[in-house]
């Protein structure tokens, strides 16, 4: 399974913005109905939403492209309509109709009809790019989609599922930015060489969202005009997003009031604009999960009792009150807090003597030498270091490898590790993303490359049969209680010491409120942003 942020090494992206226009630069103050904001944006490669996965692409298309259903900003609990207005789930449970919102317009003009939306869904398949993994895991394929997604006339569209999927999870595929809706006309006057529109949508938007795309410029700039059709009305007209990659820089700039927000700032920036009477900095759940991996192909990490004890041997709340404070939380599940199906259970905490006991009651009275590898980037080594001094108290010695991220995945990918540490995010908004890679391993073998459980040699067929059958059921308050007891199996049996979930932390001028950043990509919304 893909992850849009594979790479993602710490939660200190630096991230900054520099003027927008010559015209307002000397006097350090943006337009009064544009908001500017500061981010690493060189990761973008294309604003298809049929094609981009990327984190800064997924940001600002989701506030871009409307899609089939949605979270909206008033209320991130519940899914509601997007294009859709309603829909119904035939009794088979992989039959559903949307009826669409009527007098929905494109930018260009045009009505929104449902040909719109089967086309839209039928591309991101026959493109085959990154995203199409998301619906074809629905049992959509380049043979069968155009059968299975239809306009059963201008405002209603039918699509079936092949898989045995909860209609949760199927409505929480339909949420993603994959699932916008592009005006068909539009993009297909603009194909080339059968490319369904790709090349021209890098650019261009074809969009009936809240915003239009204005332009793309690669490493420098992104720039959006709110679009007054939509029918959520976006609060100012202009955003812009602008990469300069310097932290120092970013903060210089937003104390100065060059830039009205900034992303992601380093620890040191956020409390040096503690002081100040124009900033203000605040944090958000996100939806990383920030784990140690144990390999069970070392035989003694296959033994529950080591594993244990090692989930003993972690300070997690002394690093969030000390070098992580404001920048993390203690969470031990694989599902994030904040997220569908997300379970309270946080039962480890430092026990350097229960630690020991579990070590002498699994035949390693001494304790054992382990190897963990780590990102060289900060904070990650500073947690290996904290791992190597608690649980040297109870005579485990821990040599800590710390290497580039590339190094790191491809040992972690190869099983070639003891302990590793590392994070995940989830690919949608729905329990199964995590699930399916945390507990799910049904072949071991070495030709079968498999994330998470397969790479920690971990396979539990009673770990995998309740997988299966919580993403199968229908009952959703059945489905949270079945990924509640998943969660608490994984987190005391599974192979990972599971430790924090990172915050996303954004400073703005005090002038600048209601931006509200989702704990996914398809959760952030510009158009709440006021400026006084």
Not at 219 to 230: C, G, I, M, Q, R
Request: with cysteine.
């Amino acid at each position: 399974m893909m992850n849009r942020r594979t790479f993602m090494a710490s939660a200190t992206a630096t991230t900054v913005l520099p003027t927008l226009l010559a015209s307002y630069e000397a006097d350090a103050a943006t337009p009064k109905d544009t908001v500017v904001i500061a981010s690493q944006i060189d990761d973008i490669i294309t604003c298809d939403p049929g094609e981009a996965y990327e984190i800064s692409a997924q940001i600002f298309l989701s506030s871009v492209y409307d899609r089939l259903v949605r979270y909206e900003a008033e209320d991130l609990t519940k899914i509601v309509g997007g294009v859709a207005q309603s829909w119904t789930i035939g009794a088979d449970n992989k039959t559903f109709t949307f009826k669409l919102r009527p007098n929905q317009k494109f930018e260009s003009g045009a009505t929104v009809t449902a040909e719109d939306m089967a086309f839209s869904l039928q591309r991101v398949v026959l493109m085959d790019k990154t995203p199409a993994f998301l619906f074809t895991q629905l049992g959509w394929s380049k043979a069968n989609v155009k059968d299975l997604i239809k306009a059963v006339d201008a405002t209603t569209l039918q699509f079936k599922i092949v898989e045995d999927y909860s209609p949760v999870m199927v409505l929480n595929l339909m949420a993603t930015v994959a699932a916008s809706v592009v005006e068909k006309k539009v993009v297909m006057a603009n194909e080339k060489n059968g490319d369904l529109g790709n090349e021209y949508l890098k650019t261009h938007s074809s969009t009936s969202g809240a915003y239009k795309l204005v332009s793309w410029k690669p490493n420098e700039s992104v720039t959006l005009d709110a679009l007054p059709t939509y029918r959520l009305a976006s609060k100012l007209k202009r955003v812009v997003i602008r990469h300069v990659p310097e932290a120092a820089s970013q903060r210089l700039q937003l104390e100065k009031g060059d830039i009205d927000m900034a992303w992601s700032l380093q620890a040191d920036q956020v409390k040096a604009l503690a002081t100040s009477k124009d900033v203000k900095v605040d944090a958000f759940p996100y939806s990383g999960t920030w784990y140690c991996n144990m390999n069970l192909g070392d035989e003694r990490l296959k033994n529950p009792k080591v594993r244990s004890a090692l989930r003993y041997l972690v300070d997690y709340q002394g690093m969030v009150n000390s070098f992580l404070k404001g920048q993390f939380i203690v969470n031990q599940t694989f599902l994030p807090k904040g997220f569908p199906g997300w379970t309270d259970y946080n039962p480890y905490k430092l026990d350097v003597a229960k630690g020991k006991a579990l070590l002498a009651e699994a035949g390693y009275p001494n304790g054992m030498e382990l190897e963990l590898h780590v990102s060289n980037q900060s904070p990650n080594t500073e947690i290996a270091q904290s791992m190597q001094q608690t649980m040297g108290m109870a005579g485990v010695k821990v040599n800590i490898v710390a290497t580039d991220r590339k190094q790191l995945i491809a040992k972690i990918r190869a099983r070639r590790h003891q302990l590793l540490f590392i994070s995940w995010t989830p690919d949608y908004l729905d329990p199964h993303t995590n699930a399916g890679v945390f507990a799910m391993n049904d072949d071991d073998a070495d030709d079968k490359p498999k994330p998470l459980a397969w790479r920690s040699h971990y396979m539990d067929p009673t770990a995998n049969k309740m997988t299966m059958d919580a993403v199968k059921e229908t009952d959703p308050k059945k489905r949270d209680k079945m990924y509640a007891d998943l969660q608490k199996k994984i987190t005391d049996e599974g192979p990972y010491i599971l430790m924090f979930q990172p915050l996303t932390i954004v400073a703005s001028r005090k002038n600048v409120n209601g931006y509200k950043p989702g704990i996914v990509e398809d959760t952030y919304f510009f158009r709440t942003i006021t400026k006084s």
